[in-house]
């Protein structure tokens, strides 16, 4: 019986995510709704971090995919910030801010706008 040459099983290599996000909530007539998000990015082992909220006053309503759009726009101009953050999202950046130091062990520089 002729024995067959087992070929090696390749790895792959696992690539750690270069983002982390979370929603923002606020509270409205009893229901927890999302109105905006705060993105981290790591570039060059600098951790940029990125939001977008929507304006309920106005009658927005908060949709995932364009907040995402528009928090990664920011975290790559986070240096050059053109839209002040809004105080009521402050806290909860600087405290993401920790998040993304303890997730992006490899980082060097943490950029908050």
Not at 17 to 26: A, L, T
Not at 76 to 104: E, M, W
Request: net charge positive; charged share 35%.
């Amino acid at each position: 019986m002729k024995r067959i040459k087992k070929e090696p099983v390749k790895k792959e290599v696992v690539k750690k995510e270069v983002e982390i996000f979370e929603y923002i909530r606020r509270r409205k007539a009893g229901k927890t709704l999302k109105v905006g998000v705060v993105l981290g990015t790591l570039v060059n082992g600098v951790i940029r971090v990125g939001w977008s909220k929507c304006n309920l006053k106005a009658g927005d309503k908060f949709a995932p995919a364009p907040g995402i759009a528009i928090a990664k726009q920011r975290s790559n101009l986070s240096h050059l910030t053109i839209t002040p953050v809004p105080d009521c999202i402050k806290r909860q950046i600087r405290a993401f801010g920790g998040r993304c130091v303890r997730y992006f062990k490899d980082a060097k520089k943490l950029e908050l706008p």
